[in-house]
């Protein structure tokens, strides 16, 4: 009996250090497990610190940043610009979406898109009709306006009775020609090799100050040859007999001269369906004329803008000041008034091109810029002229 009991104690005291020497071996492990984990977190933590860093250095660029696709060509742009280099032009493969090749067919490279859209912003913000005309871009060399300017006929029908013909609505087709407009810049080749020189700025201002007056000048009086129909090339008749194809006017009823009764007439000359979208259009000096004017009851028709860069208004309508329009005369043609982008259409291709030239002015640098433009009027009845005349 007493030896059973020996050899019973004997098992238990096997079985429970057995039972610690396994839970001790568990608790090492884990403690090795846990020791091998803090140092992988805190190897981790490092890395993510190291990369922080690297990001948030100047000459790195952020992970997942936006790529500046334009980059790469302003780049090349620049070098092409100082010092003749076209290596990164013609190695350049451009987007699809904005431009289709990097060289022109008749020599030089189509502008970097941020120099471009920078000169047609100028553009649009000077004094020109270009600003309340119909502006669209075309690929081609010319653009066609579809004008319908009479109504189908109509005619009442009874149940019984026959329906006869209506008249046939007349369609015209007006072409605006797209012309070459053309600046030539220079500049001396010290200045080009001085780094601190922004030539893209300087360049793009002084092509948009060149374009920006020559079609301003063109949209109002240019002929039509080799340059953009002016609004002031088409012939002008009476509005009581305005017919399609030309400008109405009306008549001051004094020569050289302006009364608030001729601005009122000018205003309801246009059809109504018209003056909803209507803009006056005059020269500085024609504009300090027209503000003195007052109505029967001593109100003036001219008030200005209530909000910065609020155009004025003449009898609630705003004014464009083109100085390309004449100054008042006799019989002149010194306000317009109208829905303008209705009835004058500007067409441009939307591409810029730039020709390095480093002979023909030595030891000064010429950049030779073209873009191609045209514009003309594409509604006759939706302008009217003011003739500062009795007739």
Known sequence: MDQMNTKTRGASASAAEEVREAVTGFVQDFKGFQAEMTTKLQQTEERMTMLDRKITLPARTPLGGAVDAGAPHQKAMNAYIRNGDDDGLRGLEMESKSMSSAVNSDGGYLVDPQTSD????????????????????????????????????????????????????????????LH?????????????????????????GRIADKFSRAEAA?????????????????????????????????????????????????????GAQYRANASFVMSSKTAGRVRKLKDLDGRFLWSDGLAQGEPARLMGYPVLVAEDMPDVATDSFSVAFGDFAAGYTVAERPDLRILRDPFSAKPHVLFYATKRVGGDVSDFAAIKLLKFGTA
């Open 118 to 177: 920078r000169v047609k912003s100028v553009l649009n913000a000077t004094a020109s009709i270009r600003a309340i005309a119909s502006v669209v871009q075309v690929e081609a060399t010319s653009y066609d306006v579809l004008v319908d300017h009479t109504d189908v006929g109509a005619g009442w029908a009874t149940e019984a009775g026959a329906v006869g013909e209506t008249d046939t609505p007349q369609i015209d087709r007006i072409t605006v020609q």
């Open 180 to 204: 070459e407009l053309s600046a030539l810049p220079k500049a001396s080749q010290r200045l080009l090799d001085d780094s601190a020189f922004d030539i893209e700025g300087w360049l793009a």
């Open 218 to 270: 063109a949209f109002i009086n240019g002929d039509g040859i080799d340059k953009p129909k002016g609004l002031l090339a088409h012939a002008a008749v009476d509005n009581d007999v305005w017919a399609w194809g030309n400008l109405g006017y009306v008549p001051t009823g004094v020569d050289g001269e302006v009364t608030a009764d001729a601005v009122v007439d000018l205003v309801y000359a246009l």
